[in-house]
């Protein structure tokens, strides 16, 4: 009797240690999500900006890249990119501070004022008014600051 005890103590803590580190993964994975999400965003700013700029005129990039911007920040689930335990605090390689999870409603906050900015953009590309669309992604990267400036890490 006491084998069939021990071995399901073992294989209990097993499971344990098997949830354990599948979380780690997890949380090592949803780091590197997150980070391709920004990074996705940050090249279509760039190739707005780039237009807007005149380092390069292809123009016919900027409506796809402003809707493509506006998908991807719009479409991000909070509560699921950002779940708890994958700050700069857990030992991961990211720059999102502790204040995400410490002040969660001003992050939603800043994340739709960045929502909203990406539809002003959107909507200022469809003018193809360079001025406009300009202005717009000046207040983009207003938003995306302030919100950098509370939430993320130095580099």
Sequence with gaps: MIKVKQIIVYVFMFFILMNSYAFAQNAEEIVKYRKNIMKAIGSHISVIASNVKGKVV?????IPHAKALYLSI?????????????STNDNLKTRALLE??????EFTLAM?????????????????DIKLIAKALGGLGKSCGACHKIFRKEK
């Excluded at 995400?100 to 409603?105: A, G, S």
């Excluded at 739709?112 to 590309?125: I, R, T, Y």
Aim: proline share 5%; hydrophobic share 35%; aromatic share 4%.
């Design 58 to 62: 292809i123009e016919s990039d900027i």
């Design 112 to 128: 739709n004022n960045s929502v909203k900015k990406a539809d002003e953009l959107l909507l200022a590309a469809e003018t193809k």
């Design 100 to 105: 995400v999870w410490k002040k969660p409603n």
């Design 74 to 86: 719009s479409s991000i689930n909070i509560e699921k990119t950002f779940p708890s335990n994958t």
